[in-house]
């Protein structure tokens, strides 16, 4: 494992506490190109191929674990994706506080923590605040794209997303993902080993 002081993070990760609320990815990317976000990009593996296979789009990644922060941010660097912004932080507190109403084409979600233990599941991410949050800053037409290994919270996440005036569409794998990946992330490729089963969903907000 690289040392903390041996990733560069900057010119890709931002120091949360500078950016203004809500942000402006135009003035931010200096584009006015699409912008999908990815909510705990771990090591960055798919914002990394994404922002290669599509310069078109911008991407921005959300992490609050420091040391995996700094690894995405730089291996990021490394690949010269300069469409692609990250910071360190509270995917529910950034959302709330800097991601402006109807603002993002695609939320990406990707093995989110599943909290398994029945007294901890109060700490998941995708429960009915975060998906109000969701509603609100996806534009008209914008995609939300889950997937975990967890049987239990995915039921938990259909549940919330068919309740919600998000209209499930088919999942398709992005054009980065392997033969047999529904994404191609660090935990996707770990759990295939596994033999763990995948599930995905994807949904869309209306016009
Ligand atoms: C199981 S890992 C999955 C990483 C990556 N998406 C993948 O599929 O390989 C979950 C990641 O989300 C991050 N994470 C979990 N909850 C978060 C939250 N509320 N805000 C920001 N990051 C979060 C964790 O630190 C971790 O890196």
């Not at 942000?23 to 912008?35: I, R, Y």
């Not at 040391?67 to 660097?77: E, K, M, N, T």
């Not at 995948?198 to 949904?203: E, K, V």
Request: glycine content about 6%; hydrophobic content about 40%; charged content about 25%.
């Amino acid at each position: 494992m690289q040392t903390n002081k041996a990733l560069i993070v900057e010119p890709i990760g931002l120091d949360v506490e500078t950016l203004p609320r809500p942000l402006d990815f135009a003035v931010l990317f200096g584009n006015d190109h699409p912008v999908e976000l990815e909510i705990g990009m771990g090591k960055g593996t798919f914002l990394t191929q994404q922002c290669k296979l599509h310069p078109e789009i911008n991407y921005f990644g959300v992490e609050y674990a420091r040391w995996f922060w700094r690894y995405a941010s730089d291996r990021l660097r490394r690949n010269h994706c300069d469409n692609a912004r990250t910071v360190r932080a509270e995917a529910m507190y950034f959302v709330r506080e800097f991601i402006a109403d109807a603002s993002l084409s695609v939320l990406h979600i990707y093995h989110p923590d599943p909290w398994p233990k029945k007294r901890h599941h109060k700490r998941r991410l995708m429960q009915q605040p975060f998906l109000d949050q969701i509603q609100r800053i996806l534009k008209p037409g914008g995609l939300l794209r889950v997937v975990t290994d967890h049987k239990e919270y995915f039921e938990q996440i259909d549940a919330l997303i068919k309740a919600s005036p998000l209209k499930v569409v088919d999942y398709t794998p992005p054009a980065s993902a392997n033969e047999g990946e529904l994404i191609g992330t660090n935990f996707e490729r770990k759990y295939i080993l596994e033999g763990r089963e995948r599930y995905a969903i994807a949904a869309v907000k209306g016009s």
